[in-house]
């Protein structure tokens, strides 16, 4: 089955970066639009960036010029490269696979961005 696992969450200074990593195993994605979401306490899951086959990418405007998204096809990976980071950043990060008309998810990866 297909599973997405994310790692590369932690605690980080504002101002600091990380880079969050997605592997995804159970089929072959690279035709698939895939990408992250967060969801920070009490708020909505938010998309944060996508990314297609082709490697057209797409961010919400809080993260655009901070955060750049990339994938590997040959790998099955995707990633979130996050620069400049707030504390309005703190979230669980998911990412996700859009694979034959559903989504996959993986278990989310913790961010925390102190001030």
């Known amino acids: 089955q297909v599973q997405l696992v994310e790692s590369g969450g932690g605690l980080v200074q504002a101002g600091g970066s990380l880079r969050l990593s997605c592997a995804a195993s159970g089929s072959t994605f690279s035709i698939n639009p895939m990408g992250w979401y967060r969801q920070a306490p009490g708020k909505q899951r938010e998309l944060v960036a996508a990314i297609t086959s082709g490697g057209s990418t797409n961010y919400v405007d809080s993260v655009k010029g901070r955060f750049t998204i990339s994938r590997d096809n040959a790998k099955n990976m995707v990633y979130l490269q996050m620069n400049s980071l707030k504390p309005e950043d703190t979230a669980v990060y998911y990412c996700?696979?859009?694979?034959?008309?559903?989504?996959?998810w993986g278990q989310g990866t913790q961010v925390t961005v102190s001030s």
């Open positions: 996700y696979v859009f694979l034959r008309g559903l989504y996959y």
